[in-house]
């Protein structure tokens, strides 16, 4: 899961590599070509942000990797 959090101006330079890591997981799950019977694999992505005037610094400019993460993971 992916929050807003995850798309704080001090993270802008990992988000790139979010994807990348995302498949990581997603492959150490999947076992042999196929999922675990037990495993269910969800992924939730950051929710749309706000305008960069509504938000506290901290935030602003996360409209853009949330927007990635979302379609990256569609």
Do not use: H, W
Not at 12 to 22: A, E, I, R, T
Not at 39 to 45: G, L, N
């Amino acid at each position: 899961m992916l929050g807003t959090n995850d798309c704080k101006a001090v993270y802008s330079d990992s988000s790139d590599n979010v994807k990348q890591n995302y498949n990581v997981l997603i492959s150490r799950i999947i076992y042999q070509g196929e999922i675990k019977k037990t495993a269910k694999i969800v992924i939730v992505s950051p929710p749309p942000f706000g305008p960069d005037a509504m938000l506290l610094d901290k935030y602003k400019g996360g409209a853009l990797p949330a927007e990635r993460f979302a379609k990256d993971f569609k």
